[in-house]
């Protein structure tokens, strides 16, 4: 069986997960729980919970631990959860998974350690203690463009030998290193699962053996992704790649300023407003904002979001 097809243990679909804030920009928890369950019942397999769309590095450890048991009692048995619980310092990473394991969720995403550049001994020493210390299923991130450091396929590879280590998040952009990951893991871990980290390349991304995307777009067209992923994988590539088409210039909207700031906005044009941007993140320009809805006018079909919620 091809890698691409074999059913991934979380789903191909898992939605990057705004955090919903008030009018003076705490957290609204309530908004939280009602907004992963339609992302779920609109299509997503599940939701990740307190990433980099959820605007980590703006959130408290508590803040945090509390999403976590909020949205996991939220989902229950609708989809899964999984906690984004990376950080800089490896102590405060296992903090955060210690609240995630707590909350009940699913599984752990973990980052690349930011800002300090460990080299590639120093990620495999962090993730390495992580897992000595708990029990949940980890999918790595690796987005260096947000962290400045890379984790490369051979770091990846080594990383994967360790069994609660079930697969990786890649954010690189660069599709070679996504072939060289998968061309050394899979012949000894078949079973280790490789999400696109970016909507617009899913699609190339499953062609070298990705089995899906975690996604930002997911909040409001996660049904199509579904449909251009199913069609992938079972063998109608000409549909996959019509409807990839169909939805790229969609994708790209959500990323002409830095993310969460797009898909902020494209969920308030879309009748659900989810808060401002905690500071040094601002809100979306006018100009911005122009951009988004003229991708959302363009969109042939698409998920409304404000009925899943209301019909929840």
């Known amino acids: 069986m091809p890698h691409s097809a074999r059913q991934p243990r ?30 779920i019942e609109s299509g997503s397999d599940g939701v990740v919970i307190a990433g980099t769309t959820g605007e980590s590095a703006t959130l408290t450890m508590q803040e945090q631990g509390e999403l976590f048991r909020v949205v996991r009692e939220a989902v229950g048995d609708k989809g899964a959860v999984i906690g984004g619980a990376g950080a800089n310092s490896t102590s405060e990473c296992l903090e955060l998974c210690h609240y995630a394991q707590k909350a009940g969720c699913d599984a752990l995403l973990l980052v690349a350690p930011y800002y300090n550049k460990p080299s ?52 690189s952009g660069v ?5 060289d990951i998968i061309s050394r893991v899979h012949p000894v871990r078949p079973d280790f699962d490789v999400y696109s980290g970016d909507d617009s390349i899913t699609l190339p991304i499953m062609s070298v053996g990705g089995v899906g995307v975690v996604s930002v777009a997911g909040h409001l067209v996660s049904a199509q992704i579904q449909q251009m992923v199913a069609a992938f994988v079972e063998g109608r590539p000409e549909e996959a790649a019509r409807r990839n088409a169909e939805l790229f210039p969609f994708f790209k909207s959500l990323f002409i300023t830095t993310n969460p700031v797009p898909v902020k906005a494209a969920l308030k044009l879309s009748g659900w407003d989810c808060g401002g941007m905690r ?34």
Do not use: W
């Not at 997960?17 to 907004?35: C, G, H, I, N, Q």
């Not at 020493?125 to 890379?150: A, D, M, W």
């Open 175 to 179: 599709l070679d290193q996504v072939t």
């Open 120 to 171: 590639q001994e120093g990620l495999y020493q962090h993730f390495k203690y992580v897992t000595e210390h708990t029990e949940l299923p980890i999918i790595l991130y690796n987005i260096p463009g947000r962290c400045s450091v890379n984790m490369e396929p051979s770091t990846v590879a080594r990383l994967a030998k360790l069994p609660t280590i079930v697969g990786v998040k890649e954010a």
């Open 10 to 39: 979380f789903g191909r679909v898992l939605t990057a997960m705004v955090t919903p804030f008030k009018a003076d920009l705490s957290m609204d928890y309530d908004r939280a729980a009602e907004l992963a369950i339609a992302i």
């Open 279 to 312: 500071l040094p993140m601002v809100d979306a320009t006018e100009a911005e904002i122009s951009q988004l809805q003229a991708a959302l006018n363009a969109l042939k079909s698409g998920v409304d979001l404000k009925a899943e919620i209301a019909r929840v």
